[in-house]
């Protein structure tokens, strides 16, 4: 958990999704949880990694994100880790991703989950996954960034 510049509490980042995809696009997202959820993701136990975004019916679900039960209270208010939730847009957004979801074969990441306010908000990126090539680059400027920083260092 870090502090944004703007104010914003970062709770879980997805930092494998800028490796697997080139992001085009990103959207903030307010998402419907139960209360036990809360907890639990305010405490850090939630993952992004293997998650994703769906449209279907008109709506946004966030899919496959693991928030961890709250473990403080019984088991008569926690939930399902992996339960389908749903994501919190504008109508235009929507339609605007309903088009470029549908046409262009993008797909929708979660990248992070930061307070905003004292609301959970889901930033979520319209994606284009990357070839085996694109990430060796990737890989090969954070690299030469890495070793120029190094060699600055020393003089």
Not at 112 to 126: A, E, F, N, T, W
Request: proline share 2%; glycine share 8%; no cysteine.
């Amino acid at each position: 958990m870090s502090k944004d510049t703007n104010g914003y509490k970062i709770l879980t980042d997805n930092r494998k999704a800028r490796y697997l995809y080139e992001i085009l696009d990103t959207y903030e997202a307010g998402i419907e949880l139960k209360g036990t959820e809360v907890k639990s993701i305010r405490a850090g136990r939630s993952n992004l990694q293997d998650g994703y975004a769906l449209l279907r019916d008109g709506e946004v679900w966030l899919i496959n994100v693991h928030i961890s039960p709250y473990e403080n209270t019984g088991n008569f208010f926690n939930h399902d880790p992996r339960r389908t939730r749903k994501l919190l847009l504008h109508r235009k957004e929507i339609n605007k991703l309903i088009g470029q979801v549908e046409q262009k074969g993008l797909t929708l990441v979660p990248l992070k989950m930061y307070l905003k306010r004292g609301r959970v908000k889901v930033m979520i990126g319209l994606a284009r996954g990357k070839k085996l090539h694109d990430k060796r680059e990737t890989i090969r400027r954070r690299d030469d960034a890495r070793s120029m920083q190094r060699a600055l260092k020393q003089f």
